[in-house]
T-cell receptor
């Protein structure tokens, strides 16, 4: 079946450090891949997406590349800020699905000044 | 333009009580969704509505019913609440290729 696996958190970094949050997936064919961010007390917001292999999604300094060969979609940022502290969710939409997303369990990021 | 709104924000129920969670969107989207979020499990789809007048089960529909009242509103009903339904509930709608989420309802069943 379809599934998403994310690294467990929390991930604690100092401001300006490099961030990587790992995400791997299991799905048939070519799903679309997403990263969502959830700030405390709020709903999820789309951070970036990629719809085909080798696509790179980017937004607000975050990037993720759709790697079909390793079934991965790792989230990266070169220099994190305190305001990036949030929970990050990797998600996929299967090829045969009508926008029904499958989410990973989420990774909490804490950035210290 | 308020996006996706949900009421109430918080609710405490006793086992066996019923309640309805309300969701509305003002973006003229056709598709709407209900998810639940539990610690360490991400979001799981309860029900969705691809268009006005249609609803379908998601991954975890047992114990819930939904109504797509019109294009704007999509409600989730718990007929007889159980402690296992303690969770945070999110409504979402989709436009273009993006799902827009409401702020959530935190429900506790004692």
């Amino acid at each position: 079946g379809n599934s998403v696996t994310q690294m467990e958190g929390p991930v604690t970094l100092s401001e300006e450090a490099f961030l990587t949050i790992n995400c791997t997936y299991t799905a048939t064919g070519y799903p679309s891949l997403f990263w969502y961010v959830q700030y405390p007390g709020e709903g999820l917001q789309l951070l970036l997406k990629a719809t085909k292999a080798d696509d790179k999604g980017s937004n607000k300094g975050f990037e993720a590349t759709y790697r079909k060969e390793t079934t991965s979609f790792h989230l990266e940022k070169g220099s994190v800020q305190v305001s990036d502290s949030a929970v990050y969710f990797c998600a996929l939409e299967p090829m045969d699905s009508s926008y029904k997303l499958i989410f990973g369990s989420g990774t909490r990021l804490l950035v210290r000044p | 333009n308020a996006g996706v709104t949900q009421t109430p924000k918080f609710q405490v129920l006793k086992t066996g009580q019923s309640m309805t969670l309300q969701c509305a969107q003002d973006m003229n989207h056709n598709s709407m969704y209900w998810y639940r979020q539990d610690p360490g499990m991400g979001l799981r789809l309860i029900y969705y509505s691809a268009s006005e007048g249609t609803t379908d089960k998601g991954e975890v529909p047992n114990g819930y019913n939904v109504s797509r009242l019109n294009k704007r509103e999509f409600s989730l009903r718990l007929e007889s609440a159980a402690p296992s339904q303690t969770s945070v509930y999110f409504c979402a709608s989709i436009g273009g290729y993006e799902q827009y989420f409401g702020p959530g309802t935190r429900l506790t069943v004692t």
